[in-house]
């Protein structure tokens, strides 16, 4: 009971505080969208040569945004070299073959969204191989950055605006006026995650439909997926945020978490490639939550996975939100014994 | 004789610094208990820890001989604290509802109950005013409505007249003598010399240190002084 007149609170002082509520929609949008406006090249051509396709799919081809031609293997293997051309689609026992030319990610990730959308009916791109003339780095690199991006932004702002409202609360005194009165600190914790929770909510929703839909990142999979994932995230970002409130005295202390909690995080959650690095490396970013919002994202948008594919990152996600809240409710004994 | 606040053997420290030695305290129902001492003598730690939002590092509270902290003795006190706690975005009204919530007021005694005690205090005019936009004294003001707006039985105040004139000083007084008669019991640290002389009974503290427990007349005849004012210096230190 006393946890949803938290709740109520926390909306009502959202609903003046204009500017944690542009923070929390508009600034993510806005920094999601300059980051794609640099690494979408939107405006290039795309020049993709055509070996041995046959006639209907080049038909369904021609209605994409590819600049197609069709020549000979042995023209296409010079082309490719010379770089006048991105990729080339070539067509061996009854099988698409993609070529990119590799060495821009942005372009290789663009052709092969277009091929893509162009053969969506029947969809024989499915199961079409795809090679890398210059090596296959780069691809998974521009691949993992959509999904990444999005889970990053997520649990950026939620850290933030979550960890900040807390940590006012002690600040201006209200966080002990509280425990003055007869709620329980577990209520307190519910409050808070419930309240923030439910903007969280729209946020998560916000973020996702915007990359998705408006910039167009690649995406195969299922959008309630995303959104659970990219839910969870903030959840676990929110707990984490307001746990951490409890070290910072004040505002500007919680500002300093970032570059210590946040920043790895982007680091070991696939932005960069981390498979080369020495195993104890790796383990840091396994404690990290961010790695495994990134992970299931990444498997939902790129490969189209399912609930059992994606599940350990989902359960794990989840075992972060829980340690964090019991963390939270334990923290606050600090304030009061009971 | 049952006491309804009750301070056993209290010793506290913050890091190594000792703050309080020994309290002993026993509050009576239905008095108006004062807590005079000079600052950082350990008042508001005193009454953080009849609240249970500070555990004392040696001995025991108790409020109606319940050991504190406890959800159900929280019920029945309110608590203003030193510094007003208050949400600065929201409404005086918003802020009221939020706080009578908390006590489990029903809707239409939450309505009623704003209306009183934003009248105790008068500020009945800017109820719908965020409190941010209040003057200290005003924010002083709504911070006393808001620890009487469950009507509870125990009022702690922590210096509740800082910054708020005479002629107001005067009606909150007027109020809590008015709550007294109720058989409320009233908790008030103060600096104030014309307040000490409102208590029943006055600690002196200095030190972390209870120096004297005594009504107002038995103090100043204790040192045969004429005023408060003389019995806090003499207590205080200065006289020394
Ligand atoms: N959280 C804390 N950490 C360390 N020391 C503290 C803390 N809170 C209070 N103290 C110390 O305890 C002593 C008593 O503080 P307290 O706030 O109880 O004094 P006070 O009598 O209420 O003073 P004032 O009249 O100025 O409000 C002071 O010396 C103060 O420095
Ligand atoms: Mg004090």
């Known amino acids: ?338 | 004789m049952s006491f309804i606040v009750q301070m056993n053997n209290i010793s506290h420290k913050f890091g190594k610094t000792i703050i309080l030695q020994d309290i002993n305290l026993s509050i009576k129902k239905g008095e108006i208990f004062g807590l005079l001492g000079p600052s950082g003598s350990g008042k508001t730690t005193i009454v953080k820890m009849m609240t249970g939002i500070l555990s004392p590092g040696e001995g025991e509270v108790f409020l109606n001989n319940e050991l504190m902290p406890s959800l159900k003795q929280m019920k029945r006190y309110g608590f203003m604290a030193q510094s007003d706690a208050l949400y600065q975005e929201l409404t005086a009204r918003e802020n009221l509802d939020f706080f009578g919530s908390l006590y489990k007021l029903s809707k239409s005694k939450r309505k009623h109950r704003i209306q009183e005690v934003m009248d105790m205090v008068d500020l009945t005019k800017h109820l719908d005013q965020p409190v941010e936009t209040y003057s200290g004294g005003m924010k002083r003001r709504l911070s006393l409505a808001a620890a009487l707006i469950h009507e509870p039985e125990i009022i702690i105040l922590d210096e509740p007249t800082v910054g708020i004139d005479p002629v107001l000083r005067q009606s909150i007084w007027q109020e809590l003598y008015q709550l007294k008669e109720n058989g409320v019991t009233i908790i008030v640290t103060t600096h104030v010399m014309d307040e000490a002389e409102k208590c029943d009974r006055l600690a002196m503290l200095r030190d972390g240190k209870v120096i004297a427990v005594d009504s107002p007349e038995h103090l100043k005849e204790g040192i045969g002084a004429s005023t408060i004012e003389e019995v806090f210096l003499h207590y205080g230190g200065a006289a020394q």
């Open chain 1, 1 to 338: 009971m006393n946890t949803w007149t938290l709740m109520k609170r926390i909306l009502k002082q959202f609903r003046r505080d204009k500017r944690s509520m542009a923070l929390m929609v508009a600034a993510p949008i806005f920094v999601l969208t300059l980051m794609w406006l640099v690494l979408d090249g939107d405006s290039k051509t795309l020049n993709v040569a055509l070996v041995d396709v046959p006639d209907p799919f080049q038909e369904t081809l021609e209605e994409s945004e590819l600049q197609l031609t069709s020549m000979s293997l042995a023209k296409a293997e010079e082309e490719i070299d010379d770089g006048s051309i991105d990729a080339f689609l070539q067509w061996k026992e009854q099988k698409p073959y993609l070529i990119l030319e590799g060495s821009d990610p942005n372009t290789a990730g663009a052709i092969r969204n277009e091929l893509q959308a162009a053969a969506a009916p029947n969809d024989p791109t499915k199961e079409m191989n795809v090679s890398f003339w210059h090596g296959s780095e780069d691809m998974e690199l521009f691949d993992y950055i959509g999904p990444v991006l999005i889970g990053f932004f997520v649990f950026f702002f939620v850290f933030i605006v979550g960890g900040v409202s807390f940590l006012r609360e002690r600040t201006q005194g209200t966080l002990e006026r509280l425990l003055a009165s007869p709620i329980k600190r577990s209520e307190v914790v519910f409050g808070y995650l419930g309240g923030f929770g439910l903007f969280t909510i729209l946020q998560s929703i916000l973020i996702a439909v915007f990359s998705i839909y408006v910039l167009d990142v690649y995406m195969t999979g299922s959008l309630m997926y995303v959104l659970l994932i990219t839910f969870l995230l903030a959840l676990t970002a929110l707990s984490l945020g307001t746990l951490l409130s409890a070290f910072a005295k004040n505002e500007f202390q919680m500002i300093q978490f970032i570059p210590l909690v946040i920043v790895p995080q982007v680091f070991f959650s696939g932005l960069f490639p981390i498979e080369g690095l020495a195993v104890w490396l790796q383990a840091i970013g396994r404690v990290m939550p961010l790695t495994y919002g990134a992970e299931a994202l990444r498997g939902i948008m790129l490969r189209d996975e399912g609930i059992a594919e994606f599940q350990l990152s989902m359960y794990i996600l989840i075992g972060f939100v829980v340690l964090f809240t019991l963390l939270n409710i334990f923290a606050l004994k600090r304030h009061r014994r009971l």
